[in-house]
């Protein structure tokens, strides 16, 4: 199909010799002689592109233009200008025009703007394509009350440039929120910069957040800037906040005070406009108590406290999330789309989940590609190792001996579901190597 451009010029002469021309070069033409008539058949069907003349009786091009934005804010319009019009050229531009030509019009600088335009247009669409597919990635599922006021807390939060902090258990959706909170404010189209604070060694999180001058502690390595600086007039997230040492977290004190900060072996002071959000699964009342988390930098991040709550308190998001992951990981892996039976969501609704919402998302995904049926039954569940007897209680075991041994099965199970039944992650968290763990959980099965 070719792109259609409406002409719109009160000189008849201007919209027959210009109109054959582009026809020529394969355009689709529509003209109009006033500011009306061009409105009119904007209405009738929107164009590709707009050629505008500035000087036209009645209504001019420029109050033609305030009203193609009014209902049209993306379409893409280029003014044309007399000689002595370039002001109202410049006008025109700062009122949403995408460039101007001036007459005589140039046939080859006439058509270099309109692809120009219609180029960057084509871009433009990609662009708030993209942007809305972000935002939905970002979206947080779930329609429970906790679920309702925590993204309500998010868009507050959103509109501050305060610092937010995100508390939560273990695959609650943290780092999601997090990147909600970032796409809604109005720093969405800078960067989101994420640091996971636990991954780093404690030699080494200080040169990730503040960079590093050339000759500086660690001379082998090149200048470099470091997270804070390349966030600039975005977000930065510092998940694993509680994971900070003690001198990276004076130094990032120092920092949320007036917004400066030096590279690691540097001098000069560098000011920066970055938000920051934290996450921390940890109770960081706790670690202040035990001396491990700066009382003072407890209280500059959690200007703004944001808690998810756990998936078992919000029981009713377990269906839409589970009907999310299966259709998500049905388009991922190219397969026709799952759903669950009553008695099978009945089961997922009777766990417990200790890993939360991750822990549910993995089991989805495995479930969309092993599971036989296209409607899911409790029998895929259970070959997946879900739903295994509740333990009792070990308060009221009968010995010593049994309450040890309910205990270490409760352990064991949740470390399993906290790192998504991966066996050598959940050992390496129990400080257990692979064969022991399995040895074990199986000893404890029987
Ligand atoms: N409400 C939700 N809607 C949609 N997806 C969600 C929701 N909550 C969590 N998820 C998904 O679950 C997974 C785990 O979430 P996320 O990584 O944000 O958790 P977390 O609390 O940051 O985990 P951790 O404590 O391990 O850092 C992600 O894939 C995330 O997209």
């Known amino acids: 199909m070719f792109p259609t451009l409406l002409i719109v010029d009160d000189e008849p002469g201007i919209l027959k010799t210009l109109g054959d021309l582009l ?9 109009a002689a006033n500011g009306y008539e061009a ?83 084509k871009l433009e669409e990609e662009n708030r394509y993209l942007k809305k ?25 959103a509109g501050s440039p305060m610092p937010a902090l995100i508390l939560g258990e273990n695959g609650t959706g943290k780092e999601l929120v997090a990147r909600s909170l970032h796409q809604l404010s109005q720093r969405s189209e800078e960067a989101l910069i994420c640091v996971n604070c636990a991954a780093f060694s404690p030699e080494h999180i200080e040169q990730e957040l503040f960079g590093m001058e050339k000759g500086g502690t660690d001379s082998a390595l090149p200048r470099h ?54 996450a921390t699964n940890r109770n960081l009342e706790q670690e202040i108590r035990m001396g491990n988390f700066r009382e003072d930098l407890y209280y500059r991040l959690a200007v703004l406290p944001i808690t998810v709550p756990p998936l078992r308190e919000r029981k009713e ?8 992951f299966l259709e998500e990981a049905s388009i991922r892996s190219k397969i026709p789309v799952k759903t669950l039976r009553p008695e099978a969501l009945d089961l997922l609704c009777d766990h417990d989940w200790p890993g939360n919402v991750r822990e549910l998302k993995n089991i989805m995904e495995r479930l969309a590609i092993s599971a036989q049926e296209t409607t899911i039954s409790p029998s895929s569940l259970e070959d997946l190792g879900f739903g295994m007897p509740a333990l009792p209680d070990p308060m009221a075991a009968r010995d010593y001996r049994s309450a040890m041994d309910l205990f270490s099965a409760m352990y064991l199970r949740r470390q399993l579901a906290i790192h998504n039944h991966n066996i050598p992650e959940a050992a390496a968290a129990c400080g257990l190597d692979p064969e022991t763990f399995q040895k074990h959980m199986e000893a404890l099965a029987g």
């Open 133 to 157: 597919k972000n935002l939905d990635r970002h979206a947080i599922t779930g329609n429970s009350a906790p679920a309702q006021q925590l993204r309500l807390q998010v868009f507050q939060a």
């Open 23 to 31: 026809q020529d070069e394969g355009f689709e033409i529509k003209t």
């Open 225 to 278: 800037k470091g997270s804070i600086e390349m966030a600039h007039k975005g977000s930065l997230f510092l998940d694993q906040v509680a994971d900070l040492p003690m001198s990276a977290q004076g130094h990032l004190l120092r920092f949320l005070e007036d917004g400066r900060f030096h590279r690691a072996g540097g001098s000069r002071e560098i000011q920066v406009d970055v938000r920051i959000i934290a």
């Open 317 to 324: 998001d377990i269906a839409p999330l589970a009907k999310l």
């Open 39 to 121: 409105l009119k058949r904007i209405e009738e069907e929107v164009p590709d592109l707009v050629l505008l003349d500035i000087w036209m009786p009645g209504m001019d091009g420029i109050d033609t233009l305030k009203e193609i934005r009014k209902t049209e804010p993306h379409l893409p319009v280029v003014m044309i200008t007399g000689h002595g019009t370039i002001d109202t050229a410049v006008t025109a531009t700062k009122t949403g025009a995408f460039d101007f030509i001036e007459k005589p019009l140039s046939i080859d600088k006439v058509l270099i703007t309109i692809h120009n335009a219609l180029n960057f247009q």
